[in-house]
């Protein structure tokens, strides 16, 4: 049997089973990491797990990495205590091919890991004093989109970040504070360099990142908890950067048929864990073959050969057409689509989705049709391409165990991008016409009808998580299944439509809100009522 906690006692077992295993000193990689740190990444979660400790295994294994990455997470502590201590920190990588192989690696990167919040003081400290050590050399971070936000609908801040602006960098619970706090550390113990790269799947993600946390340092420095030379060494990028990125890799929730797989193999302890705060996580991260990761190169104390384990190092406006690229035309509104649409339907596979006529055919019109004709090439990823790979290849592959439910998380967080930017395109081109647009709207409609959790079968359903989810719920109480009334319908769409926090624009001043409000008051018209409006929209366009 093997354990991936001592797995060095099992290698004769790995290599019959064909498991790929480090190939250096894992004791001293680790043990390095803990004294002198190079990495720091924030965020435990998959997709660390499925994708930055593999390209840290890769520096490793060609002697390109000499210190193991330091994990830190900020939102749950039992991610740390019951995935990462509990099996010295070590993961198995389990990669899924279209044909079913399942291809293992233990990875072994992973010097050590801290849940970072001076609730836990023990392990702050010492985060504290990997911030003030001059070996630091970067941070990455995977919070999700929405660990960056400091505001709510109104644009005022929310009570957590007012309170951390209140208290100072001494006691800061969100996660944006605890960052600001660490790096003004980091400037007390000599203003030392250091890069802060943001992977999370948004577009200009540097920017925002850089933004949050001059807001919360600025505030501190206006209730005079810091001075003013913390605000000119955060804005500076000799100093700190915020270099853009751009990140592409599924890495979907554990897969018990892929715990059930590793256990016949002979892998010990291979549960998968539901933690108290709904993080589902395991000792092993199931991910896809096709992964790309886009840097800008800004790194002002220097780096090591990241080019070397894959990643593409260029500059600032390259990282930004690939990244609007993927996340405003090739993958992510087609995701959204999907997830809103699918959970509306009774899918609970992303794959499966992938056999239906009908949503097919949206997201085809959605990438192809709408959003590709006003997306610009990178050069360094073909658009076309890119989304072939997408629609034809990884969305169906049967073996990611995706779900519609976790793609729909943090919607509100998203549709800015995903949707708003394509949409913004249209306004500005000379070209195009918003009213050209039919797919996208469609799709804005599937979510407002999706956050009424009611199933196109009218029955209710739980909405995945999100942060303004109470909030939009509580504009379209008014609405149910058969609402036809067009006022009350607009009514309850209006301020949501009009927000541009939320979309990046007023959809009525852009002239697609009232085109929305119709195709919701199709979506109402009873049970069924989602597959109609779909296959009639769709299929005016033959399905492609």
């Known amino acids: 049997m093997i354990s991936i906690k001592n797995w060095q006692a099992s290698i004769e077992e790995l290599k019959e089973t064909k498991v790929e295993i480090p190939h250096f000193n894992v004791e001293e990689l680790k043990d390095q990491g803990k004294k002198a740190p190079v990495w720091i990444h924030f965020g435990g979660g998959n997709l660390y797990r499925g994708f930055h400790a593999e390209l840290a295994q890769r520096l490793a294994d060609q002697n390109e990495l000499a210190s193991g990455v330091i994990v830190c997470e900020t939102f749950d502590n039992q991610v740390v205590e019951k995935a990462y201590h509990e099996f010295n920190n070590n993961i198995l990588e389990v990669v899924m091919s279209e044909d079913g192989t399942l291809d293992q690696r233990i990875l072994a990167a992973t010097a050590d890991s801290f849940y970072c919040n001076p609730s836990d003081a023990q392990s702050y400290e010492q985060v504290i004093r990997y911030f003030e050590n001059p070996t630091l050399q970067f941070t990455t971070f995977t919070i999700t989109e929405k660990g960056y936000g400091l505001t709510d609908t109104t644009g005022g801040f929310t009570g957590i970040i007012q309170s951390d602006i209140n208290n100072g960098p001494e006691k800061p619970a969100h996660t944006m504070s605890i960052v600001a706090a660490l790096l003004y550390k980091r400037y007390l113990a000599g203003k030392l360099p250091i890069a802060m790269v943001s992977t999370d799947n948004f577009s200009q993600n540097g920017q925002r990142f850089q933004d949050s946390i001059l807001t919360i340092a600025n505030a501190w420095l206006e209730k005079g908890h810091v001075e003013s030379g913390f605000i000119d060494y955060l804005s500076d990028s000799k100093k700190v950067s915020f270099p853009w990125s751009m990140i592409d890799r599924i890495t979907p929730n554990p897969s018990e048929r892929v715990k059930e797989t590793l256990e016949k193999l002979g892998f010990l302890d291979m549960e998968i864990i539901h933690t108290d705060k709904g993080t589902n996580i395991a000792p092993f991260a199931n991910t896809e073959v096709v992964h790309y990761l886009v840097v800008e190169d800004q790194f002002p104390n220097g780096r090591p050969a990241l080019e070397k384990a894959g990643v593409i190092l260029t500059d600032r406006e390259t990282v930004d057409k690939a990244d609007v690229m993927k996340v405003t035309t090739c993958l992510n509104p087609l995701h959204t689509a999907l997830a809103v649409t699918g959970c509306l339907l009774g899918y609970t596979s992303i794959a499966a989705e992938m056999q239906d006529e009908d949503l097919v055919g949206l997201i085809k019109q959605i990438g192809y049709v709408e959003g590709l004709p006003v997306v610009e090439n990178p050069g360094i990823i073909d658009p076309k391409q890119f989304i072939d790979e997408v629609i034809n290849k990884r969305l169906p592959n ?29 306004v500005s081109a000379n070209d195009r016409d918003v009213a050209e647009l039919t797919f996208i709207p469609l799709a804005i409609a599937a979510w407002l009808r999706y956050l009424m959790a009611i199933d196109d079968e009218g029955n209710e359903f739980n909405p995945s998580p999100d942060p303004l989810l109470e909030e939009l719920q509580a504009q379209l109480a008014g609405l149910h299944l058969g609402e036809q009334n067009e006022a009350v319908i607009h009514q309850a769409v209006e301020a949501i439509l009009k927000n541009q926090l939320i979309f990046g624009s007023d959809l009525y001043q852009v002239g697609l809100g009232e085109k929305i409000e119709k195709l919701m008051k199709e979506m109402l018209v009873g049970t069924g009522a989602v597959r109609d409006t779909l296959h009639s929209y769709v299929s005016k366009v033959g399905g492609k």
């Not at 919607?411 to 949707?419: E, G, L, M, N, Y």
């Open 398 to 426: 049967p073996n990611i165990p995706d779900a519609p439910q976790r793609i729909a998380s943090d919607t509100s967080q998203k549709v800015a991008i995903r949707f708003g930017e394509t949409i913004k395109k249209y």
